[in-house]
Structures are given as C-alpha cells and as structure tokens.
C-alpha cells in the first residue's frame, strides 16, 4: 500500500489557500516541538462566518495536506463549527493519515483554534 493516499498527494502538490492575509482578523501559529513544524494561519472573519483563510506551513507532506484541507473544510463555516473541527476530520477528509503521521494533523486543528482564539481576544469576545 502506498504510504499516503492520493488526496494527500494531490493537496500536498497542490496546496489549496496558501498564503498570508494581510488584515487578519485572526492569526494563529504553532509548532510541534518533535519535528519542529510550524502552521501559521489567518483567518477574515465577518459575522462570526470563516470568510476567508489562507495559511503558510513549514512542514513535512502530511503537515502541508491538512492545512491545505483544513482550510477547504472551514472555509464559509461558523467560527463554532470551525472550531469544533478535529483533526481526526481533517485525516479523514484526507481519506487517511499513517499513524505516525497523525501529530501532523493536529497541527491543523490547534492552529485553526489559535487563530479563532486571537480573533476572540482581540475583539474583546473571550468568555
Ligand atoms: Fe512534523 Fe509532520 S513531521 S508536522
């Protein structure tokens, strides 16, 4: 079996949304501290919907197809919905990850909650 399926393939040589926003309404960047990636990501949002997002990612293949997925999946959604998003999902959506390769996956997860979060701070809408 290959060791990634054709979706991770096509969105790692392909990357949906890459890039920066320059008038974020909210940026969030983390890392894993193991392999030292880092996914940044930066959200437009209007009304509490997802309305634009766009991310930039130092990463392995895995690390760039679910923040490339990632993005497809939040894009137009609920600031809720999108935070409720796992990163389970997000392999799933990638018709699967190898297990050691479900750290990266996560690192689309936290930093999607990290940028939601920023917006939240900065607005003034933290609970
Ligand atoms: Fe670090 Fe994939 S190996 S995110």
Do not use: W
């Amino acid at each position: 079996m290959a060791l990634y399926s054709e979706k991770v393939m096509e969105h790692f040589m392909n990357p949906r949304n890459v890039g920066i926003i320059e008038d974020a309404d909210g940026v969030g960047e983390v890392g894993n501290a193991k392999c030292g990636d880092i996914m940044k990501m930066y959200l437009k949002i209007d009304d509490e919907v997802i309305t634009d997002v766009k991310f930039e990612t130092f990463g392995c293949a895995s690390a760039i197809a679910s923040s490339s997925m990632a993005t497809e999946l939040i894009k137009g959604q609920k600031l809720e919905d999108a935070m409720k998003l796992t990163n389970k999902a997000v392999a799933e959506a990638l018709d699967g990850l190898p297990d050691y390769k479900m750290h990266c996956s996560v690192l689309a997860e936290e930093a999607i909650q990290a940028a939601i979060e920023d917006y939240k701070s900065k607005s003034g809408k933290t609970e």
